[in-house]
């Protein structure tokens, strides 16, 4: 039984009946010969713990050299004596499932409520809705052929650094007619893919899939970006435009909208969707029934409470902002302030930016953080936890000191300040 070289594998010749030549030089590792004169080599051992001989490939001769297939073998036998079994490690790493197995677990678990969000409570269809987006769009053309238990903080730092780079950008068509959608790259793109991969590979720890988060503790890049609000001149440009349009009678609900925005902080869906019956004047609040936040109730400034008198309700209306079906609510702002922004000269602001604005306004008039996180009614705020029926009469008049102020800005000219990226 000599020792395995590449001159012994060569000339070794085929037989009826496949068999083995052993290394005399590594006991364990050897070559199986088969009758079409295929050869691959083998690592042959005993669990440290007990139990039959066990046979692993390594792989086949030509495509790794005798040399190559000796060090696999030592790595492979080697474990053996630190307790490991790298044949059932195999079988286990084959059988565990693949991120994009794991993504459609998690997704089917979601649909029925089994993962929860903020607050403890299941996640919100429209969450779901863009989980399902980023997992289709980017995790499973980046990582989804790859065992979750393989996963580690490289692959997940290589991964934020491919959206970046837009690796997993493209155009897609819909099921809409003519219907687009984009699929962008960004360090923005990226932090928030990471962290949606983030639950669902906490959702994995929870199953027994894995044992440890291995985005726990991987560093996102910042997206380089200020972080854009408006300013008193901004703010007066806008109110000027939106002035114009309420002269002429045009594009009346998005006028509406945008009033409200700025006034009551709310996020663009809160407001378009917002129902009558969660709007309560006498008592200046907002009663949201299911905000991000799940119920959630915002103090309304005199000032949001005169744009919401001043909307024409319809007995039968529904929603304070309604479309133009029946029973549906306002669906065109997208477009709507594209068109307002455009007008006023507001570059990189977008409906999102009124409610940082909003945030920012209170902040320079000198609000602590716990005031500002009420008015915006976030998650583990006073208002949202102990508030629902009776709102302090201190954080009804922050509002009416914050829409005053947004309001006196919208309508009165101001010097020359910072542009809008400020």
């Known amino acids: 039984m000599p020792k395995l070289t590449k001159r012994i594998v060569d000339a070794a010749e085929a037989r009826d009946q496949p068999y083995f030549l052993w290394c005399s030089d590594l006991p364990g590792f050897g070559v199986r010969v088969f009758p079409s004169g295929k050869r691959v080599y083998y690592a042959d051992y005993r669990p440290k713990g007990g139990g039959s001989r066990k046979r692993m490939s390594l792989g086949q001769h030509g495509k790794l050299t005798t040399e190559e297939a000796r060090r696999q073998a030592v790595i492979t036998l080697g474990s053996v004596l630190q307790g490991e079994d790298p044949a059932e490690d195999r079988a286990t790493r084959r059988k565990s499932i693949t991120v994009k197995e794991l993504c459609e677990r998690y997704l089917n678990a979601a649909d029925k409520g089994h993962v929860l969000g903020k607050g403890d409570r299941p996640k919100k269809a429209s969450t779901i809705d863009s989980d399902r987006s980023r997992i289709r769009a980017q995790v499973v053309p980046l990582l989804g052929t790859k065992r979750v238990m393989d ?121 378009t969707a917002l129902r009558w019956s969660e709007v309560d004047l006498p008592g200046q609040a907002l009663r949201l029934h299911d905000s991000k936040e799940g119920a959630s109730v915002r103090p ?17 209306a529904t929603y304070v902002l309604p479309g133009r079906g029946e029973g549906t609510h306002y669906g065109g702002l997208p477009g709507a302030w594209r068109r307002i922004a455009k007008h006023a000269g507001l570059t990189g602001i977008t409906p999102h930016t009124l409610r940082h604005s909003f945030a920012s306004t209170a902040g320079d008039l000198g609000m602590s953080k716990p005031t500002v996180e009420a008015l915006l009614g976030h998650a583990g705020s ?41």
């Open 151 to 271: 996963l580690t903080r490289t692959d997940i730092t290589r991964f934020m650094r491919d959206i970046a780079e837009g690796k997993a950008a493209k155009v897609e068509k819909t099921e809409k007619k003519r219907g687009k959608s984009i699929v962008r790259g960004g360090t923005g793109a990226a932090r928030r893919t990471v962290g949606m991969l983030g639950g669902v590979l906490a959702f994995a720890v929870a199953e027994g899939i894995i044992a440890t988060n291995p985005v726990h503790g991987v560093k996102r890049t910042a997206d380089g970006k200020r972080r854009a609000r408006l300013v008193p001149e901004t703010y007066r440009r806008l109110g000027k435009t939106l002035a114009l349009y309420a002269e002429a009678r045009t594009m009346e609900r998005a006028v509406e909208a945008v009033w409200l925005l700025l006034l009551t902080g709310c996020r663009s869906s809160e407001i």
């Open 300 to 316: 309304l400034g005199k000032a949001a409470v005169e744009v919401l008198q001043a909307i024409e309700r319809k007995d039968s």
């Open 382 to 422: 006073s208002v949202t936890d102990d508030y629902m029926h009776i709102l302090d009469a201190v954080l009804v008049a922050a509002a009416d000191k914050v829409t005053e102020a947004i309001r006196g800005y919208m309508t009165t000219d101001a010097p020359g300040g910072a542009d809008a990226s400020t």
